[in-house]
């Protein structure tokens, strides 16, 4: 018997089961779905479920919580760069050393919840950076129109395609190396003409990402290291 958490949706009408990265169940219900039935569906796919809790114990990086001391190292566009602080009010930056430089004044040192501030606003400004020229440059490619793109704190996904044709990309994605930058842009750009998996939509990214199932693959052993 396997433990896990139930959410029900108003308008879910099929049964999802979401194993999480720490092996935790999740079950997605109907509202008038039987709590009942569970323990049967989850038997059902027992199989399924314990390659996947062998898949995240041996071979997907686990998440380690970031604790913003000096020392500390933190993935931009795949390299890795040691958190430094400096004296001073100048913003943060990569520097000659290849540190992710982080400015304190002297009242704030040492600061937890300054630090991560400064180093998300970094995250987010570098986001902002590189996804919007690579999006430009994908859509050209792809033949369709600039997308109104927004970077936001996205749990579920790393990108989001609105059926109004707005695109959000999860500011952390830049942590990733740009091959996986350049895929998640595709994705979501290919949305645009199929809001959609369908094997159309696919022919449409490998078009433009042709190692788009390694890109998918690499994701799902290393997210946990694109997080704080």
Same mark, same amino acid.
């Not at 219900?29 to 569906?41: A, D, L, N």
């Not at 943060?92 to 050393?97: E, F, K, R, T, V």
């Not at 749990?155 to 994605?173: D, P, V």
């Given at each position: 018997? =396997?433990?896990?958490?139930?959410?029900?949706?108003?308008?879910?009408?099929?049964?999802?089961?979401?194993?999480?990265?720490?092996?935790?169940?999740?079950?997605?219900?109907?509202?008038?779905?039987?709590?009942?039935?569970?323990?049967?569906?989850?038997?059902?796919?027992?199989?399924?479920?314990?390659?996947?809790?062998?898949?995240?114990?041996?071979?997907?990086?686990?998440?380690?919580?970031?604790?913003?001391?000096?020392?500390?190292?933190?993935?931009?566009?795949?390299?890795? =760069?040691?958190?430094?602080?400096?004296?001073?009010?100048?913003?943060?930056?990569?520097?000659?050393?290849?540190?992710?430089?982080?400015?304190?004044?002297?009242?704030?040192?040492?600061?937890?919840?300054?630090?991560?501030?400064?180093?998300?606003?970094?995250?987010?400004?570098?986001?902002?950076?590189?996804?919007?020229?690579?999006?430009?440059?994908?859509?050209?490619?792809?033949?369709?129109?600039?997308?109104?793109?927004?970077?936001?704190?996205?749990?579920?996904?790393?990108?989001?395609?609105?059926?109004?044709?707005?695109?959000?990309?999860?500011?952390?994605?830049?942590?990733?190396?740009?091959?996986?930058?350049?895929?998640?842009?595709?994705?979501?750009?290919?949305?645009?003409?199929?809001?959609?998996?369908?094997?159309?939509?696919?022919?449409?990214?490998?078009?433009?990402?042709?190692?788009?199932?390694?890109?998918?693959?690499?994701?799902?052993?290393?997210?946990?290291?694109?997080?704080?």
């Amino acid at each position: 018997m =396997y433990k896990f958490t139930v959410e029900r949706g108003g308008r879910r009408k099929t049964v999802a089961v979401i194993i999480t990265p720490e092996n935790k169940i999740q079950v997605k219900i109907p509202r008038s779905f039987p709590e009942g039935k569970i323990p049967h569906i989850l038997e059902k796919k027992r199989r399924w479920i314990e390659k996947t809790f062998r898949f995240n114990r041996e071979v997907r990086r686990p998440y380690v919580p970031k604790r913003f001391l000096e020392g500390e190292r933190f993935l931009f566009l795949g390299s890795s =760069y040691g958190l430094r602080f400096a004296a001073g009010e100048v913003s943060p930056h990569i520097d000659s050393q290849k540190n992710l430089l982080v400015y304190l004044p002297e009242e704030r040192r040492p600061d937890r919840d300054f630090v991560q501030k400064e180093v998300s606003g970094w995250y987010r400004e570098q986001a902002r950076r590189v996804l919007i020229p690579r999006c430009a440059e994908y859509a050209r490619r792809i033949r369709v129109a600039m997308p109104d793109i927004r970077i936001k704190s996205l749990t579920r996904s790393w990108g989001r395609c609105s059926a109004a044709g707005k695109i959000s990309f999860a500011w952390n994605i830049v942590m990733a190396p740009l091959f996986i930058v350049d895929y998640i842009v595709v994705h979501e750009l290919c949305h645009l003409q199929h809001l959609n998996h369908s094997p159309r939509f696919w022919r449409e990214v490998a078009a433009y990402s042709p190692r788009f199932r390694e890109c998918r693959e690499w994701i799902r052993v290393h997210q946990g290291m694109l997080r704080f």
